[in-house]
């Protein structure tokens, strides 16, 4: 008799031969890229450097394509939005000491937003690990401390024997949910050593499921077909599970309205009677969710953001589906259920009873014109103008990557995606610099829908040096900046706390005249030639920049008072 454990899958004749006989010249950089490329890889991004030159020196001999940006955390963004767009881990390729901790920020904005990145970087020679204090270039004491902090996960590779394991490994971590940031180093010596360890064919990585525990989801479908007002609030866990359609077909059985966080736009249609669109900050929308007696909140930690500033308290019973442990009932006392957004709403699915709201559709629609009340009483028509110039030249299945920015913080709340995982931003971590090297992720993901990057003059001057690699390879970005002469939304708060700003204003190029010397065709818009000009630049191949000249206020917050 056999059983399970005792099978072994034998290797054919030519993976005997192949393995007897490795090609010759290989080195501890080539088995890095052979288990990326066993691992399904296709693409990685980075920046080469002195101690990782022989996993650059490998990729010459391996199909991957290799995109190069001009700054570490730039490539480190444009690998999170390769992850989001595709759900793909996205391998980084780094050099030790500056290059890896350059791209720190980027992969806390990973971490932040649960997007796949496999970060690999190189490390000081093997005597040099454990603070060896050797001297050498680039030296840290533990480099890797500096990111137990930010990843999912750190792997430290000591021989050439370990580096497809650890890569596996890693890859597996960085793909189950919650998604995340991974990080691998080895060593300048272990990567330029010559090997004779067969190539690598198919490293075993799958990700791990994480389903419900059946007796919680027993209890919140019986919670949600009793209740008297459900409501549901979808956040980015619902998108990237793919579980768009699911939550839906949930909402409908039930008559649940459905708010989408600002990191889950597009998990709702946003134009459907049950949508409460995503006006989070907002005390109108606060209100209504607090009067909910059952509140489902999908792939939301409530932070921040997602609670209108902490000012939202529930006062009926909350029920929480959360990939991250951490964030389960963080902020509020719920029935947590620790599972993959897809896996538990189909368990709701097949558990809920229908239940009948005529009033529902009625009361999503009164509130939605509170708050079309509350923003019209501010005389906002400029920004609420250029939203709308922006949604009708954006072809409806293009993304757009938007950077920490007066637009993006109105496109928060106002914006219409159009679908899931068709709008993205930083507001995971807040730094600044995203829209436009992560457009460029985009891009390589998909070349053949054009991608918009929104970003301030501000944010911009952070990724500046990546028109050039929007030239170099052609990736048809369209790049709007806007610009009000310095950071806008830090002025506002500086004016309105203390009367006036300071260290807000910023001497900044002719960004047109920037663009055009790094071959990137460029125009000068205005608010009433901005749909026209967008739609142009974004219908040619290539990358474009279109630049507004604009000073735009943000609408009153409700959570102060």
């Known amino acids: 008799m056999t059983h399970d454990h005792d099978l072994v899958l034998r290797p054919t004749v030519a993976q005997t031969e192949a393995a007897l006989n490795p090609p010759p010249g290989r080195n501890g950089g080539d088995l890095v890229v052979e288990t990326l490329a066993g691992l399904g890889a296709t693409t990685v991004f980075g920046l080469p450097g002195q101690h990782a030159l022989g996993v650059f020196d490998a990729l010459r001999r391996s199909d991957l394509r290799y995109v190069g940006l001009r700054v570490e955390n730039n490539a480190g963004f444009a690998a999170d939005a390769y992850g989001r767009v595709t759900g793909e881990a996205a391998p980084l390729l780094l050099s030790t000491g500056p290059g890896a901790l350059t791209s720190l920020a980027a992969l806390q904005e990973a971490a932040a937003a649960s997007a796949p990145v496999l970060a690999i970087s190189s490390q000081v020679p093997t005597a040099g690990l454990g603070g060896g204090r050797h001297g050498y ?158 509140l489902l909140v999908v792939g939301s930690g409530l932070g921040e953001l997602s609670s209108n500033y ?164 052609g990736l048809d970005v369209t790049w709007l900046i806007v610009d009000d002469g310095g950071y806008g939304i830090l002025r506002e708060y500086m004016t309105d706390a203390f009367g006036r700003a300071t260290a807000t204003e910023l001497t900044r190029p002719d960004f047109v005249a920037l663009a055009e010397s790094f071959g990137v065709p460029g125009v000068r818009t205005s608010p009433e030639t901005l749909e026209a000009d967008l739609a142009k630049a974004l219908s040619e191949p290539g990358p474009s920049v279109v630049v507004l000249p604009a000073v735009l206020r943000m609408f009153a917050p409700t959570h102060l008072g």
């Open 310 to 473: 902490h000012t939202f308290k529930p006062r009926g019973r909350v029920i929480q589906i959360e990939a991250d442990l951490g964030k389960l009932e963080s902020n509020h006392p719920a029935l947590g259920i620790h599972a993959d957004a897809r896996l538990a709403l189909q368990a709701l699915l097949e558990t809920v009873e229908r239940r009948e709201d005529e009033t529902a559709p009625e009361r999503v629609r009164d509130l939605l014109a509170r708050v079309r009340a509350r923003i019209a009483s501010q005389e906002l028509t400029l920004e609420q103008h250029l939203l709308a110039s922006i949604r009708r030249a954006l072809p409806a299945d293009s993304p757009s990557f938007w950077d920490m920015t007066i637009l993006a913080y109105w496109a928060w709340s106002a914006f219409d995606p159009k679908g899931p995982n068709h709008m993205h931003s930083a507001q995971g971590a807040g730094g600044l610099g995203y829209g436009f090297p992560a457009a460029l992720g985009a891009a390589v993901a998909d070349p053949t829908r054009p991608v918009l990057a929104v970003s301030g003059d501000g944010g911009a001057l952070y990724s500046v040096a990546e028109l050039a690699t929007a030239r170099q390879y």
């Open 137 to 294: 270039l680039h030296e840290l004491p533990d480099q890797a401390a500096s990111f137990r902090g930010v990843v999912k996960s750190v792997h430290t590779v000591r021989t050439q024997s370990q580096i497809p394991s650890a890569l596996a490994e890693a890859w597996t971590s960085a793909l189950t949910a919650p998604h995340g940031p991974v990080w691998v180093e080895i060593p300048q010596d272990v990567l330029l050593a010559r090997t004779s360890i067969p190539v690598v064919t198919a490293p075993d990585a799958l990700p791990e499921d994480l389903p419900p525990r059946p007796e919680l989801t027993a209890v919140a479908a019986d919670l949600l077909s009793h209740a008297s007002r459900p409501a549901i609030i979808a956040g980015g866990g619902v998108v990237r599970a793919d579980a768009s359609k699911k939550l839906r077909r949930l909402a409908e059985l039930l008559q649940a309205p459905v708010v989408t966080t600002f990191g889950g736009k597009g998990a709702f249609p946003w134009e459907h009677p049950l949508s409460l669109q995503s006006w989070l900050e907002d005390r109108h929308t606060t209100d209504f969710l607090e009067d909910a007696d059952v």
